[in-house]
């Protein structure tokens, strides 16, 4: 059963980069059998997907994220990341990264989530 | 771009039956996953590919899908129930729906 944990900086300044980690267990980054991707929850509103990325190293991002999106994996560590940049205060929310079966969409292992709020 | 519209509220009696569920246009020609979110926890597959339980599931939440509407039942409600529902399909992205609040009378 994979087990993912977020970890990273709770509070970023507008304009800045929010950078996040996952860390992956009980199964290999490196493996077909998973996709890895990351979602978020402003508080109190939906869930907005932001991208994921399948063990060809193909990578899909949400349209209205992309020119600020980066994911990538760290096959040294089993972690992957999600770099967002030029933050705004819209992009306050509880980021959670994501995996499910590779070749498939659907989330079937989620991390507890990290609170990220964008201040000054 | 696409867009699935769910209920903002279902309200439904213990034991009886709640159906929640997610419009899009030609959602029938799609794979529909359904998760549940409970306050303060990250979501949770209950159903995948319009009608598949993950293990672990109760075989009271099912799943259906055709034409513009797919629905997630949930049968013989518990007090557990109570939370938040969302759909999602992938459209050249992946879109969740605008989620429902379940709540248990």
């Known amino acids: 059963q994979l087990q993912l944990q977020e970890s990273g900086p709770g509070l970023v300044k507008p304009s800045e980069t929010l950078s996040l980690t996952c860390t992956v267990s009980g199964g290999s980054i490196s493996s077909s059998s998973y996709y890895w991707g990351w979602i978020r929850q402003p508080p109190g509103k939906g869930l907005e997907w932001i991208g994921s990325?399948?063990?060809?190293?193909?990578?899909y991002y949400n349209p209205s994220l992309k020119s600020r999106v980066t994911i990538s994996v760290d096959t040294s560590k089993n972690q992957f990341s999600l770099k967002l940049s030029s933050v705004t205060a819209a992009d306050t929310a509880v980021y959670y990264c994501?995996?499910?079966?590779?070749?498939?969409?659907?989330?079937?292992?989620w991390g507890q989530g990290t609170l990220v709020t964008v201040s000054s | 771009s696409y867009v699935l519209t769910q209920p903002p509220s279902v309200s439904v009696a213990p034991g009886q039956t709640a159906r929640i569920t997610c419009g899009g246009n030609n959602i029938g020609s799609k794979s529909v996953h359904w998760y549940q979110q409970k306050p303060g926890q990250a979501p949770v597959l209950v159903v995948y590919d319009d009608s598949d339980r993950p293990s672990g599931i109760p075989e009271r939440f099912s799943g259906s899908n055709s034409g513009n509407t797919a629905t997630l039942t949930i049968s013989r409600v518990e007090a557990g129930d109570e939370a938040d529902y969302y759909c999602q399909v992938w459209d050249s992205k992946n879109v969740f729906g605008t989620g429902t609040k379940v709540t248990v009378l």
């Open positions: 990325i399948y063990y060809s190293g193909s990578t």
């Open positions: 994501a995996s499910g079966p590779g070749q498939t969409t659907v989330t079937t292992s």
